[in-house]
T-cell receptor, first 114, second 111 residues
């Protein structure tokens, strides 16, 4: 596609349920990032994939969070046993490589845990 | 460590210059970035500067980098109401490749 695509755009889930968020990066981009943006807050780094290297998971807030990426394509971010504090916009970005000057962002998935 | 800090809010009058400041911690960052987030929209790269430069000018935008103090600023000349947005500073430590963002500065432009 022309840009980074995220789905769903909005997700409302009950506390304790698992959710899966999807990111389709720009074709050919080797780097993929997940960020969390709470209401009125900055971007909180979650995880970074670069090619076939082991992902940098240093930003994942707890073991309820996990992410996968198949090769240089789609990535999914899974949150298990969701809590109300997980409510946020989850942003995905991709870029050509680690030295690239621009990361392209998707529109985000707004997750609301009720 | 990796940390990027920005002031949270700036209000200016239309036509004035805006200066948004940022400090970062990782001196290995090859590039430093400014991203813009408009209401209800995703983030877009506004401009960037290579770490061996002191200044970069791009139309109404001027980026100044003080590498010694790890201080980055974005100056917007002749600020317009359309410039109202949240501006994020970001660094990219060369040994990690990941982008680290500040908490964002909300720029309010009053007519």
């Amino acid at each position: 596609g022309a840009g980074v695509s995220q789905s769903p755009s909005n997700k409302v889930t009950e506390k304790g349920k698992d959710v899966e968020l999807r990111c389709d990066p720009i074709s050919g981009h080797t780097a993929l990032y997940w960020y969390r943006q709470r209401l009125g807050q900055g971007l909180e780094f979650l995880i970074y994939f670069q090619g076939n290297s082991a992902p940098d998971k240093s930003g994942l807030p707890s073991d309820r969070f996990s992410a996968e990426r198949t090769g240089e394509s789609v990535s999914t971010l899974t949150i298990q046993r969701t809590q109300q504090e997980d409510s946020a916009v989850y942003l995905c970005a991709s870029s050509w490589d680690r030295e690239n000057t621009e990361a392209f962002f998707g529109q985000g998935t707004r997750l609301t845990v009720v | 460590g990796e940390d990027v800090e920005q002031s949270l809010f700036l209000s200016v009058r239309e036509g004035d210059s805006s200066v948004i400041n940022c400090t970062y911690t990782d001196s290995s960052s090859t590039y430093l970035y400014w991203y813009k987030q408009e209401p209800g929209a995703g983030l877009q790269l506004l401009t960037y500067i290579f770490s061996n430069m002191d200044m970069k000018q791009d139309q109404r935008l001027t980026v100044l980098l003080n590498k010694k103090d790890k201080h980055l600023s974005l100056r917007i000349a002749d600020t317009q109401t359309g410039d109202s947005a949240i501006y994020f500073c970001a660094e990219s430590p060369s040994n990690t490749g990941k982008l680290i963002f500040g908490q964002g500065t909300t720029l309010q432009v009053k007519p």
